[in-house]
């Protein structure tokens, strides 16, 4: 593409945005979190871009509320310069423009380059921010079972190309060194990460120690902890849209969101500025169907297109698993992965919870025998955990019970054999490496 090309599509991708005609309004109220605009509510709808012309720089905001009189625009960031009777003007619905060349590229949650690699190609189309997901019956089926060179995850809850899962975790546990080692693994043309609400040093950490190469085949948007609760919000959409545009193009698509917990409370604050009243420990009605809308969007395409396989992490509150968040969470995804702060602290990593965590669609990754062998040796690490305390305290009696007697043999094996840090990540049979595993003398 040489540089005219660059410029049209530049030229197109504005005239997308603002449009032939500007329609404005005037400031009428400004507080710490929103602004008031009148002179638009007949001519904009809900979630429209609107650009703020303030003393120093032109600011953007989305429209959060509409009334008769006026709207309420929540500010992407600090809205110091903005006062009374500043000049609004609509821009219409959030999109971006996404490119091939963006593989590699680290964004922002409006799509602007955020590294030093110069400025970012735009695609001809227009990605709106809040698609639809793909119609149910048009939907392909998830039938293609993917490997993650990560044992524990390919024995006991094998993932499926298409399909959705999330970490959960609390914080501290183990969620982003997870994330690293699937990111860098799997057979996916491209990688899509939305980093939400991360520590500032964060984001270039996880970009060259955890993503390291991978990421000549990923595209990140960042949305660190200090911007605002729109940016932070906006920052999944936009990783979702990503995903969907090397979707449509027929490729195998890995979205990588960390974390949802950090969405749901942004999304939160933003509901709270549009007045919606909290019920759910704070949590406002919104933020569970804006949760599901985001969600959804992931998984196969249309039939014979592509698909996004989408790994979703979510901290945990207080280690409380039943929060309403990470319980709403849990019945949107196609299965979900428990991080143990207490297997942590023991020193075994992946810290994975066999017995909590679950892939709802196992069964196709596993053939029958793999199902049968799975099903036993959860049966045998549940007895030996269940009976943990009896075994401290002296109470257990080799030879009285065979079953026990073989969990307390075989159970130390398979969780040696689970064991893995970040750089052994590989390709291979994790069946046969269980089986070698157990077959060698204790």
């Not at 207490?342 to 199902?371: M, N």
């Amino acid at each position: 593409m040489n540089s005219l090309d660059r410029l049209s599509l530049s030229i197109a991708a504005a005239e997308t945005e603002i449009g032939p005609v500007r329609i404005g309004g005037r400031v009428t109220h400004v507080s710490a979190d929103s602004l008031r605009v009148k002179g638009l509510s007949k001519s904009v709808c809900l979630g429209d871009l609107v650009v703020f012309e303030g003393r120093d720089v032109c600011r953007k905001g989305e429209i959060i509320l509409l009334d008769e009189q006026d709207v309420v625009v929540k500010p992407f960031d600090r809205s110091n310069d903005i006062g009374i009777g500043c000049r609004a003007y609509r821009m219409g619905g959030l999109a971006i423009h996404p490119h091939e060349g963006w593989r590699g590229r680290v964004v922002n949650a409006l799509g602007k380059a955020v590294d030093d690699k110069g400025a970012l190609a735009y695609g001809p189309e227009a990605w709106l921010l809040d698609r639809e997901p793909p119609a149910p019956m048009e939907r392909g089926r998830i039938e293609k079972p993917v490997r993650t060179g990560i044992r524990v995850l390919d024995l006991f809850t094998p993932m499926c190309v298409g399909q959705r899962i999330g970490i959960f975790a609390g914080s501290g546990v183990g969620k982003s060194t997870m994330l690293g080692m699937l990111a860098g693994f799997g057979e996916f043309d491209t990688v899509v990460v939305g980093l939400v609400g991360e520590r500032g040093r964060e984001v270039r950490e996880f970009i060259d120690d955890v993503l390291g190469d991978a990421l000549d085949r990923s595209v990140v948007v960042a949305a660190t902890g200090d911007e605002s609760a729109m940016m932070r919000r906006l920052a999944p959409k936009t990783a979702m849209s990503v995903a969907e545009y090397y979707r449509s193009l027929g490729q195998s698509v890995l979205l990588i969101v960390d974390s949802a917990t950090r969405f749901a409370h942004a999304a939160r604050d933003v509901a709270m500025a549009a007045g919606e009243p909290p019920v759910a420990r704070g949590f406002t009605p919104s933020v569970f169907s804006d949760l599901a809308k985001l969600l959804e969007r992931a998984g196969p395409g249309a039939e014979g297109s592509g698909s996004i396989t989408a790994i979703v992490s979510v901290l945990v509150d207080g280690d409380d698993h039943n929060d309403p968040v990470s319980d709403a969470i849990r019945g949107l995804l196609d299965g979900h992965i428990v991080l143990d702060r207490a297997i942590s602290d023991a020193g075994r990593y992946p810290p994975v919870d066999v017995l909590k965590s679950t892939s709802r669609l196992a069964q196709r990754a596993w053939t029958g025998e793999q199902r049968e062998l799975i099903h036993r040796l959860k049966g045998m690490i549940s007895e030996y955990e269940e009976t943990r305390d009896l075994r401290l305290l002296g109470g257990y009696q080799p030879g009285l019970n065979a079953g026990l007697d073989r969990a307390c043999d075989l159970v130390p094996k398979i969780y040696e054999a689970l064991r893995q840090s970040p750089e052994q990540v590989e390709d291979g049979d994790p069946f046969n490496d269980l089986a070698q595993a157990l077959s060698m003398p204790g």
